[in-house]
């Protein structure tokens, strides 16, 4: 446990500077928005939401005369950083500031969560150090910024990853990795129930990505060893994530029952497809506003010819 404790201490400090010096931590007021355009006026809403009435789901202060609900547009997805949100405003009550602090807070969380899901997984201690920084730091992590706020909580990737794993060795919910007779059942599945709630509700994209990784390594792991139990334990971790997301939706899903569906609210456009889509040429060139110079013209000129500006 020393030397765990130790190597988070190291994960804390290096990614502690980056953000200083990245941020300018020391000349910025934490209650000024990092974002304040977008999506990011729709996180401010959520978070002045909850420090107002304790959840997300319905504010008085909006939807005149009467009060605004999500419930045509469901978000309950992400009930695992409300309920986040919920503990940090019993501390914090200016929005801005609470929705930053949420931010720079997600750079540690994702970093703790890889190191420890690589250490699990057997990697070594100087690799999982390096690589858990490096993953907390991935130019995604900016992209997002607070514009996207949970999808910049990424924290849940490592955790979908192990459990999938876990399903590949062919290791069920219930299923004890050491002593498995002396330990009960119920205790040996506790834990992971426990990380597959919260891959279902840490927002629908991670569940999605939770419920395909585990699918296809259970696929690719018994069609390897030529044996039903990975895709047996593949099934349980999958319809434990699909079971606690489909109650996260629960009220939306009975909301649409009753009421029908509200198109103007859910429709999207075909348009939304392309431009929204990681597109194969995103993943082979350099990151936009890389701080090399050539790097940055290669993706900018592609980007130029991309409109048809060139």
């Known amino acids: 446990m020393r030397s765990v404790a130790g190597d ?11 953000l200083l010096f990245t941020f300018e931590l020391w000349d910025i007021d934490l209650r000024v928005p990092l974002s304040y355009s977008g999506d990011g006026y729709w996180h401010g809403r959520d978070v002045q939401t909850i420090i107002e009435t304790g959840w997300v789901q319905s504010s008085p202060r909006l939807g005149f005369p009467l009060r605004a609900t999500m419930l045509d547009y469901p978000i309950a997805g992400d009930n695992l950083h409300f309920l986040a949100i919920r503990a940090m405003a019993t501390v914090v009550g200016d929005w801005a500031a609470l929705v930053n602090l949420f931010y720079l807070a997600s750079f540690f969380t994702i970093g703790w969560s890889s190191y420890v899901c690589q250490r699990w997984l057997g990697c070594g201690r100087r690799t999982a150090i390096v ?17 996207h706020l949970y999808l910049s909580s990424y924290w849940i ?3 979908t990853v192990l459990i999938a794993a876990r399903a590949a060795s062919g290791l069920g919910v219930a299923a004890a990795t050491r002593a498995p007779r002396t330990r009960p059942r119920l205790a040996a599945a506790a834990p992971w129930v426990l990380l597959c709630a919260a891959a279902a509700s840490s927002g629908s994209y991670y569940a999605t990505f939770a419920l395909v990784s585990i699918a296809m390594m259970s696929l690719l792991a018994a069609a390897s060893h030529r044996t039903l139990r990975p895709i047996v334990a593949g099934a349980g971790y999958c319809a434990a994530i699909g079971v606690v997301l489909v109650a996260n939706y629960s009220t939306s899903i009975l909301h649409r029952i009753r009421e029908g569906p509200n198109h103007i609210v859910t429709t999207r456009f075909p348009v939304e497809g392309d431009t929204y889509a990681l597109r194969l040429i995103q993943l082979l060139t350099p990151t936009p506003g890389n701080v090399f110079a050539p790097l940055r013209a290669i993706t900018e000129r592609w980007r130029l010819e991309s409109q048809g500006e060139a």
């Open 157 to 159: 990737v490592p955790v």
């Open 131 to 147: 690589a858990s920084v490096l993953f907390a730091l991935a130019p995604y992590h900016f992209g997002r910024g607070t514009y």
């Open 8 to 18: 988070l201490a190291w994960v804390t400090a290096a990614l502690a500077i980056v």
